[in-house]
T-cell receptor
Framework: KNQVEQSPQSLIILEGKNCTLQ??????????LRWYKQDTGRGPVSLTI?????NTKSNGRYTATLDADTKQSSLHITASQLSDSASYIC???????????FGAGTRLFVKA | EPEVTQTPSHQVTQMGQEVILRCVPI?????FYWYRQILGQKVEFLVS????????KSEIFDDQFSVERPDGSNFTLKIRSTKLEDSAMYFC?????????????FGEGSRLTVL
């Protein structure tokens, strides 16, 4: 069964600190993996998209990694800001279709 | 910057009523999607639409739901005979391509409350 599991479920960090969020998936055949940021009550906003051949991709203070062999991805946030407080969602797509599998997200709280 | 727009932002309806949620995708995009997010739960795929027909749909997208592109700009989700469990945030998304290069752009969502 195609699944996307994220950890931790929630995380509290101090402003300025770094953090890493994890995503494990069983989606097959794999097409791409995306990380989204979702503020409460808002639509998800794309951070990164990675295909099978990509190991790492950065977008400002966000760096995503992908290990297609172990089916794991991580999102590293550097020098966190209060505005980083949001849910971070890992989304995996399979080839041959339009369906996307969403993880439950990691709820990040950045405190001053 | 181009964006996906959705209306209404919030709709309250009585159980059994029909609801139409509207979306204006980004103008040069060819692929359109509806997703649902029940409060506190993960986002769930409902349906994808390309070339004026449904490309794929999930188990959630039963006969109660339908989608339509009535003109060159709007993309609608109709929910017939709403149920309490249809209460959720509904997100429209669009993409220029699909597959490995198909970045999804989401609207801000339409919150549906069924009483």
């Amino acid at each position: 069964k195609n699944q996307v599991e994220q950890s931790p479920q929630s995380l509290i960090i101090l402003e300025g600190k770094n953090c890493t969020l994890q995503c494990n998936y069983t989606v097959s055949p794999f097409s791409n993996l995306r990380w989204y940021k979702q503020d409460t009550g808002r639509g998800p906003v794309s951070l990164t998209i990675m295909t099978f051949s990509e190991n790492t991709k950065s977008n400002g203070r966000y760096t995503a990694t992908l290990d297609a062999d172990t089916k794991q991805s991580s999102l590293h946030i550097t020098a966190s800001q209060l505005s980083d407080s949001a849910s971070y969602i890992c989304v995996v797509s399979a080839t041959g279709g339009f369906k996307t599998i969403f993880g439950a997200g990691t709820r990040l709280f950045v405190k001053a | 910057e181009p964006e996906v727009t959705q209306t209404p932002s919030h709709q309250v309806t009585q159980m059994g009523q029909e609801v139409i949620l509207r979306c204006v995708p980004i103008s040069n995009h060819l692929y359109f999607y509806w997703y649902r997010q029940i409060l506190g739960q993960k986002v769930e795929f409902l349906v994808s639409f390309y070339n004026n027909e449904i490309s794929e749909k999930s188990e959630i997208f039963d006969d109660q739901f339908s989608v339509e592109r009535p003109d060159g700009s709007n993309f609608t989700l109709k929910i017939r005979s709403t149920k309490l469990e249809d209460s959720a945030m509904y997100f429209c998304a669009s993409s220029e391509n699909w597959g490995d290069t198909g970045e999804l752009f989401f609207g801000e969502g339409s919150r549906l409350t069924v009483l």
